[in-house]
């Protein structure tokens, strides 16, 4: 029996041995034919096994094969390949596309996934959205191309601060803006710390959107959650372009081009302004209780020009002057961009290289914004296992800017000026008229030096090594550095210096550095069950150190520096501040057979911001997915081509309030010449902690006819709890505020995209539609209720959308003797309400006016291309909402004061009988001059948001001069925008009005300039 037993051994020793000899380890890399990037997530068969293997975040796979192995290729939105292996222990393979939406790689959090195996919702846009259009900042760039993502621009003014919500507004009183990460570094995203005035500068303003590869949007808690607790605003993943194995390329570009203002208000000519206020004075005399007859004591029979002089210290009324006011605010602006890269590499080094200059001149007098940037990607492999990659920017801006929207000297606060007064004066020492109703914008424009500018560098350091197949670690350390410099100086001929001259010079440092180390494993079982797992660390620290000096008094207008003045004055500071995460984290995907994913992470994160009891948050999220079309009744289904159900359900969390809120903080003071601490306003809280927000959120994915129909739907939920809101306290405790975890708030929302192939010949048609719906509720404010106050009307309120409008009702004017009218809205003692008007506001009830949140967004992009011919048309609309144009109760208020009147004000109530809604003109007498919905109209919008007609040269004709390519095109850039809103632009968000509240003072228009409207032409070369 052992004597067989060992014969038999004998035996199979060998045989298991020539097996051994015979298997072949193949190793490759998978790449995308369109541009040789590589492919993670396919899958690698040999053909009738289920052996197996699935390439890795840079495409690369390694598999053991029979001898005569044929490798079978797969990925969704790719055509399946098959390759022979022969003899060959390198495989690399070229992958076409099959224009399926789920065949894409979507940059995730601290990684990269086959779109297929996602089960989070992202958006993602490419390179070629963000390219060479003429804004300031790239989020301006993918306006109408993101669902889910409603952006703001909010004035025309260059480089002023952009509005961005995702799915919806999450936070009452903190921040509301996305987590913006480049190359996986956080970085700093809202204004610093300007001192000068209300109006934010843009810091993302200073990434050049040309060397932006992709742009990731993470909406929903699946997608977020891995950022934990700064990502309930959603996060925004930025990828900057690297370079490519293969031959180095050379791309220069130029644009060039002309911008006005999208609309130009009209108003009242001198003769018009003459016959309003002739009217409005007189009617105000001939009634004895008026404010001219009573208070001022002026005489029946006095003359309209001598009111005049006396309100406004000249005799200009009868003047024969006639100045357009409203159109000396804007002027022709100018565009251009100079753009140049070179990239290329081999199999151990790869490289990026760009340069850029963007230099353009606003639309409002006195604005222009300048950048200039160096970009330099590297990535190197020292061996088969160890990678290293080193990104370095430096950019330089300069922005000279314009006062905010609520100072007059705002140019477009020209337009209050009467056209029966002269901006100029020759016998002044400026030139210009400083004897006016208000103060001359143009003195301030011409004399004064309103100056940001600022050194920024994005950069991160990476080292990666692969110890074992599946296993890759990574360390990086990045660095946003931002050095800001403000100089702004206020000529002694202008009223904010009273005379004697002011400057400020305000420096700030920022440095915001992170680290992360992560371990990712990467592994496929039997050709059927793919496991990725992640495990990783995070610190962040962020340190900014402010210095400001204020002086008064200077001798001439040719002395501008702080050091010229004669005294220093209050204003004079130096501040420092900061604040640092601690996180860890991890997250698992399972895909099985290519169809059945389940995904699942955590994190925790620590926050310096938060009180000692609790500052530890926690942020799980869990989400699955089936692909349908892998299962076998759809297989090979003609009209079903994708279709794939995900879920997902998490929480996120909110961190961005002040670095201090939860501590009670003291700072020196001077009593006369002697040193002393005082407290600060507000009180601490020891308990407070983040806001929390679980989010659920159901989608589906579909393409059918061979995905000439395409798209995906979602259907979300999000509820914030634990809001950190302002608690007003008793002031006899010496404290006015403290910040708590009160009150929840819910966003809940519908989302579609649809893309189709319309026409696939030669002359192609493609087609990419969005809509996206959101509702939004204040569910709880523990009693509150947040008041703008003064003149604005947005409030936040239990049971109402943030930002509501709340005030007086307008109910017209009374035909019988002009009188403004408003409703009562009262109860009555039956439970109904009281519809009956009233000439006194102060007795009108205050109720629900309008809502500034729009019912739904969208956007539409039809791109036709024949031959070397491209021709796109985005056009971007927002439907249902309300605007407060503030600047009404000034400016188209009947004549109540000397402001020059919108030309509507011309239809005033004149006679008995008489039907209108404006009411007769009464100087001073405050005839529907409270703040009411007179003044709130429907903000929907149409805009033809970008045209851009191209030609691409045959490469035949190319390659004669040199070139691998060329092309020429012409852009137009918010051409025209259709609307029944009055104002400047129904895309607006005030700056200045109330900077405490400005997550829920929406849809508020105080002399906000629109935005310009562009036509430039440009090129591009490839070498």
């Not at 903190?174 to 913006?180: D, G, I, K, M, T």
């Not at 501008?560 to 005294?567: D, L, T, Y």
């Not at 159900?645 to 700072?667: K, M, P, Q, W």
């Amino acid at each position: 029996m052992n004597r067989k037993l060992l014969l038999s051994l004998a035996l199979a020793v060998p045989v298991t041995v020539v097996a051994q000899a015979q298997t072949r380890t193949v190793s490759g890399r998978v790449t995308s034919v369109a541009d040789g990037t590589g492919l993670p997530g396919v899958t690698v068969l040999e053909r009738g096994t289920t052996n197996g293997t699935s390439t890795d975040a840079d495409g690369n796979f390694r598999l053991t094969v029979q001898p005569g192995a044929t490798l079978v290729l797969s990925s969704i939105g790719f055509a399946t390949q098959e390759v022979a292996v022969g003899d060959q222990t390198t495989v690399n393979v070229n992958m076409r596309g099959s224009e399926t939406l789920l065949g894409e790689t979507v940059v995730v959090g601290y990684g990269t996934q086959a779109k297929r195996e996602l089960t989070g919702a992202i958006t993602q846009v490419g390179s070629k959205e963000v390219e060479n259009v003429p804004t300031v900042s790239f989020e301006q760039a993918i306006q109408g191309r993101t669902p889910g993502v409603q952006i703001n621009q909010g004035t025309g003014k260059l480089g002023a601060g952009v509005q961005i919500r995702v799915r919806g507004s999450s936070s009452v009183t903190a921040s509301n803006q996305p987590l913006y990460v480049i190359d996986g570094i956080p970085v700093t995203s809202t204004d610093v710390g300007s001192v000068v005035a209300d109006e934010p500068i843009n810091p993302l303003a200073d990434l050049n959107p040309n060397d932006i590869e992709s742009i990731s949007i993470l909406k929903d808690a699946a997608a977020s959650a891995i950022y934990g607790s700064r990502a309930s605003n959603g996060v925004i993943l930025v990828t900057t372009k690297k370079g490519r194995q293969g031959q180095t390329r050379v791309n220069v570009g130029a644009y060039f081009g002309t911008s006005e203002a999208t609309r130009i208000r009209k108003f009242l000519n001198a003769a018009e302004y003459r016959e309003l206020f002739n009217e409005s004075v007189q009617n105000a005399l001939t009634n004895p209780n008026s404010f001219l007859r009573t208070e001022l004591q002026l005489p029946a029979n006095t003359s309209t020009a001598e009111v005049f002089e006396l309100f406004s210290g000249n005799d200009d009324f009868n003047s024969s002057n006639d100045t357009p006011w409203n159109k000396l605010a804007f002027r022709k602006g100018k565009v251009a961009q100079y753009d140049a890269n070179i990239s290329g590499g081999d199999a151990k080094t790869r490289f990026y290289i760009s340069a850029n200059y963007n230099d353009q001149t606003g639309i409002i007098i006195g604005n222009r914004y300048r950048r200039g940037s160096l970009r330099t990607n590297f990535d190197h492999s020292i061996t088969d296992k160890l990678k290293i990659g080193l990104n370095i920017s430096a950019t330089r801006a300069v922005n000279d800017r314009v006062p905010d929207d609520n100072a007059f000297t705002n140019p477009v606060q020209l337009n209050a000026l009467p056209p029966v007064q002269s901006p100029y004066n020759p016998a002044d020492p400026t030139g210009f008229n400083r004897t006016l109703l208000y103060e001359n914008a143009l003195v301030a424009v011409n004399r004064n030096t309103n100056r940001s500018s600022n050194y920024r560098s994005f950069s991160n350091l990476s080292l990666q090594y692969q110890p074992i197949q599946g296993l890759t670690l990574r360390s990086e350390i990045g660095g946003d550095l931002l050095a800001l410099r403000e100089d702004v100086y206020w000529s002694r001929f202008t009223a904010d210096a009273a005379g004697e001259g002011q400057a400020l010079s305000n420096q700030i440092q920022a440095v915001n550095y992170t680290t992360n180390q992560t371990a990712t494993y990467l592994r496929t079982i039997g050709g059927d069950h793919t496991v990725e797992g992640l495990l990783g660390y995070s610190y962040q620290r962020f340190d900014s150190e402010q210095t400001a000096a204020v002086g008064r008094g200077f001798s001439s207008d040719q002395f501008r520096k702080v050091a010229s003045a004669a005294v220093y004055s209050p204003g004079t500071t130096s501040a420092g501040t900061g604040y640092d995460f601690q996180s860890v984290f991890g997250r698992v995907n399972y895909t099985f057979r290519n169809k059945y994913l389940l995904s699942g992470s955590l994190r925790a994160d620590y926050s310096s911001r938060f009180g000692s009891k609790d500052p530890w948050g926690y942020f799980p999220a869990a989400s699955v997915g089936w692909v349908l079309t892998e299962e076998g009744f759809l297989q090979g289904n003609k009209a079903v081509s994708l279709l794939k159900l995900r879920g997902s359900y998490g929480l996120t969390g909110n961190a961005e309030v002040g670095n201090f809120a939860s501590r009670t903080l003291y700072s020196g003071a001077q009593y006369q010449t002697e040193p002393g601490i005082i407290p600060d306003a507000r009180l601490g809280d020891n308990t407070l902690t983040w806001e929390n927000t679980a989010q659920a959120d159901i989608g589906i994915e579909f393409g059918f006819l061979n995905d000439r129909i395409a798209g995906e739907v979602d259907v979300y939920h999000k509820k914030t709890t634990d809001l950190l809101l302002d608690q007003q306290l008793p002031y006899t405790g010496g404290y006015q505020l403290v910040q708590r975890n009160l009150g929840t708030l819910v966003n809940k929302g519908v989302e579609l995209t649809l893309n189709t192939r319309n026409l696939d010949g030669e002359f192609k048609w493609n087609t990419n539609f969005n809509i996206s719906l959101n509702r939004n509720k204040v569910t709880d404010l523990a009693g509150q209720e947040l008041i703008s106050g003064s003149r604005n009307l947005g409030r936040v309120r239990e049971g109402e959308p943030i930002g509501v409008f709340w005030g007086r009702e307008y109910a017209g004017v009374d035909p019988a003797n002009g009188d403004a009218l408003y409703y009562l809205n009262t109860p009555n003692a039956d439970g109904s309400v009281d519809r009956s008007t009233t000439n006194n506001p102060n007795a009108a009830a205050l109720v629900k006016l309008g809502d500034p949140n729009p019912k739904f967004t969208g956007g539409f992009t039809n791109t036709f291309s024949y031959k070397g011919f491209e021709l796109s048309l985005l056009t971007q609309f927002t439907y249902g909402n309300d605007i407060y144009n503030i600047a009404g109760l000034y400016q188209s208020v009947n004549g109540d004061y000397f402001d020059n009147q919108t030309r509507d004000q011309l239809k005033r109530w004149r006679q008995p009988g008489d039907i209108t809604d404006v009411p007769q003109a009464r100087f001073y007498e405050g005839n529907g001059t409270a703040a009411s919905s007179r003044w709130i109209q429907d903000g929907s919008f149409f805009r033809f948001k970008n045209l851009t007609l191209a030609y691409n040269l045959p490469k035949s004709w190319a390659s004669k001069a040199m070139l691998q390519s060329a092309r020429i095109y012409v852009t137009g850039q918010n051409l025209i925008t259709l609307t029944n809103y009055e104002g400047y632009d129904p895309e607006v968000n005030t700056s200045g009005l109330n900077t405490a509240a400005a997550n829920y003072l929406l849809g508020h228009d105080f002399y906000t300039p629109p935005l310009a409207k562009t036509w430039l032409v440009g090129f591009n070369l490839g070498f």
